[in-house]
């Protein structure tokens, strides 16, 4: 059931769900949000120290814990972590809050935007790639349950895409 009017963005690393969720925000005048920044903020490091430190579970309780601050807000686009969705509740969470929007790239795009940078604990493996096939397959459903709405983002801009968002926004709501 939908609740508020915000749009959230979810989808795998590599996406472009903080880059294009700002955009977005600003085309639509709206706040936003990022739920790695929540937890990062609160916790007073990056991701990637949490992970260390205090392993997976912990993380995923602070990133359910990061989304549920934000229930009841009104006019936010909130970017979201990758694994956002392995959680039935934040699902919940996530439609309650309004617009769900799937960004997707296929894994040849995916790979090359993550390897770009090595701030992604969970790509912290031998072997990344079978690594990013791996988690894909098992999130692909999740991701595609949650949404209300995909975009394929390997092909545009990160202008464009913004757009469409927007365009789907306005249409969702009206
Ligand atoms: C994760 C994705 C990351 C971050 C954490 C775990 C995941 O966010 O939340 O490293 O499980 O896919 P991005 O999707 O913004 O890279």
């Not at 939908?2 to 700002?22: D, H, Y």
């Not at 937890?39 to 309780?61: L, V």
């Not at 602070?62 to 039935?88: D, F, K, M, P, Y």
């Not at 349950?145 to 464009?160: C, I, K, P």
């Amino acid at each position: 059931m939908i609740l508020s009017k915000n749009v959230a963005l979810v989808g795998f690393m590599g996406t472009g769900k903080s880059t294009i969720g700002r955009l977005v925000a600003r085309e639509l005048g709206w706040r936003f949000a990022d739920t790695d920044q929540l937890i990062e903020r609160r916790a007073g490091c990056e991701i990637s120290e949490i992970f260390a430190r205090e392993g997976e579970r912990f993380f995923r309780a602070q990133e359910h814990a990061a989304l549920a601050s934000l229930r009841g807000e009104w006019r936010h686009v909130v970017a979201t972590g990758g694994g956002i969705v392995t959680r039935g509740e934040n699902v919940s969470l996530l439609r309650e809050l309004g617009f769900v929007v799937w960004l997707t790239a296929d894994e040849e795009t995916i790979f090359e935007r993550v390897s770009r940078n090595a701030n992604r604990p969970l790509l912290h493996t031998p072997h990344p790639r079978a690594t990013v096939a791996a988690l894909l397959a098992a999130r692909r459903p999740l991701y595609e349950s949650a949404a209300h709405f995909a975009l394929d983002t390997a092909q545009v801009s990160q202008a464009e895409a913004a757009k469409t968002i927007v365009a789907e926004t306005l249409r969702f709501f009206s």
